[in-house]
């Protein structure tokens, strides 16, 4: 603990920002792999806005169980429900297959 007190701040906030931008950058890259489909950025999109959104409004948490009371487990959470309940790849955003019109005779 000594040695970090004995770092400048400018150090830390140095080491704090390459530490969370190589976090950012292999989730990117997870993302990357899985394949950038509409349904994949649907899903990354709706979680990152949502736990970025909480931060900025710290009073929403106060509703929430105390487990939900991180911006990253509501991030979370509203991506393994989306990934359940969004429809698959094939029929996400694709119109509906009309069925073929009878002949009127």
């Given at each position: 603990?000594?040695?970090?007190?004995?770092?400048?701040?400018?150090?830390?906030?140095?080491?704090?920002?390459?530490?969370?931008?190589?976090?950012?950058?292999?989730?990117?890259?997870?993302?990357?792999?899985?394949?950038?489909?509409?349904?994949?950025?649907?899903i990354a999109a709706l979680s990152l806005t949502i736990g970025i959104g909480f931060t900025q409004v710290s009073d929403i948490f106060t509703q929430f169980p105390a487990l939900f009371q991180?911006?990253?487990?509501?991030?979370?959470?509203?991506?393994?429900?989306?990934?359940?309940?969004?429809?698959?790849?094939?029929?996400?955003?694709?119109?509906?297959?009309?069925?073929?019109?009878?002949?009127?005779?």
């Amino acid at each position: 603990a000594e040695v970090f007190n004995s770092l400048p701040q400018a150090v830390l906030g140095g080491c704090t920002i390459m530490m969370f931008g190589n976090i950012i950058l292999s989730g990117f890259q997870m993302i990357a792999e899985a394949g950038f489909t509409q349904r994949n950025i649907t899903i990354a999109a709706l979680s990152l806005t949502i736990g970025i959104g909480f931060t900025q409004v710290s009073d929403i948490f106060t509703q929430f169980p105390a487990l939900f009371q991180q911006s990253i487990a509501v991030a979370f959470v509203v991506a393994v429900i989306l990934n359940a309940v969004l429809p698959s790849e094939e029929h996400f955003l694709s119109a509906p297959k009309e069925a073929p019109a009878a002949d009127a005779e």
